[in-house]
């Protein structure tokens, strides 16, 4: 069985670790991100096969080490990866999607399991399982590793039958869950098959919300957390660079969230464009409408965190 790495990092002059930190900020970074390689190698030494470890930047770990080297000063990408993971008994696979702040290990680590023989409560259960497993690890340990051991000892239960997963015990306790809601922000939304994507990802999961298409564009999703993340893990594979989340809002809710959601489904939103630029793709979006737009959905305090304007009311 594959032990959890406990690093023991050496003090430095002041007697602070040099992470948490104590030092200069860039020093503290280029020791996590050297822990970083270090466990990505560990990872390629135990996947050793083509495709196993499925890089998101496959330069990324180039980028780190010339940086490092100090032939590169911009900080470079995070480390984003799939893993796939074949479980002995039953004989299924799990796909492990990480993502390595650049702060880690002394941030948490991003991890979301997911696997095609799962439905929605089983893989929410499986991820709630493994994020509360992460989360005994101490500031400065490596855990992706121990996350691969975890599943391969303990996933099997919840590829039980439904009737076994959802078995209540007695005296169950409510179970609360976060109700999430993400503004993502893109510098534009144009091709068909990326808006494509975007609405059949948003109409799988149980997210609701909207595509802005155009310049820039927009998407709001919301949910339960795990669904959220999973919508934007996705979307964002493998390789869409220009797009952030600009905003989070979260609330913890015992209920099933419908009372909280603000939209009730996952549609592409059209407005005009500025100009007439026919089917050219530099055609600004109407941001006015966009406000009345968020004004309707009570969501009229992002416009500024979004665009850096601060709003004007129609009627004033």
């Not at 002394?106 to 089983?122: C, H, K, N």
């Not at 976060?178 to 098959?193: A, C, K, N, P, V």
């Not at 494509?196 to 820039?216: A, E, W």
Request: aromatic fraction near 10%; proline fraction near 5%.
């Amino acid at each position: 069985m594959y032990v959890p790495v406990r690093l023991s990092l050496s003090l430095g002059p002041s007697g602070q670790r040099p992470g948490g930190f104590g030092g200069s900020m860039s020093a503290s970074m280029k020791e996590c991100l050297q822990l970083q390689l270090l466990e990505m190698e560990m990872l390629f030494s135990m996947f050793p096969n083509q495709g196993e470890v499925k890089l998101e930047d496959v330069n990324v770990l180039t980028n780190i080490k010339r940086y490092l080297e100090g032939k590169r000063e911009a900080l470079p990408p995070k480390i984003e990866f799939v893993i796939t993971l074949q479980i002995e008994e039953p004989k299924v696979k799990i796909d492990l999607q990480v993502t390595m702040p650049h702060s880690y290990p002394y941030v948490a680590l991003q991890l979301f399991g997911r696997s095609p023989e799962l439905d929605r409560q089983q893989q929410l259960l499986l991820n709630k399982g493994l994020t509360s497993y992460i989360g005994t690890f101490d500031p400065g340990e490596l855990c992706v590793c121990a996350a691969i051991q975890w599943l391969q000892d303990n996933s099997a239960s919840y590829f039980l039958n439904r009737k076994l997963v959802y078995e209540p015990s007695t005296q169950a306790k409510p179970v609360k869950n976060t109700f999430l809601r993400m503004w993502i922000y893109s510098h534009h939304i144009y091709q068909q098959d990326l808006r494509k994507k975007i609405l059949d990802v948003g109409k799988r999961l149980d997210v609701t919300g909207f595509c802005m298409t155009g310049k820039p564009g927009i998407i709001c999703v919301e949910g339960f957390k795990e669904h959220c993340e999973e919508f934007w893990h996705t979307i964002r594979y493998p390789n869409w660079k220009h797009i952030s989340c600009k905003h989070a809002e979260s609330v913890e809710t015992e209920g099933n969230g419908e009372d909280l959601r603000l939209f009730h489904s996952f549609e592409e939103l059209l407005l005009e464009a500025h100009g007439d630029y026919g089917l050219r793709n530099d055609y600004h979006m109407n941001l006015g409408q966009f406000l009345e737009f968020l004004k309707k959905h009570k969501s009229e305090h992002v416009f500024q965190i979004l665009f850096g304007i601060e709003s004007k009311s129609s009627d004033s």
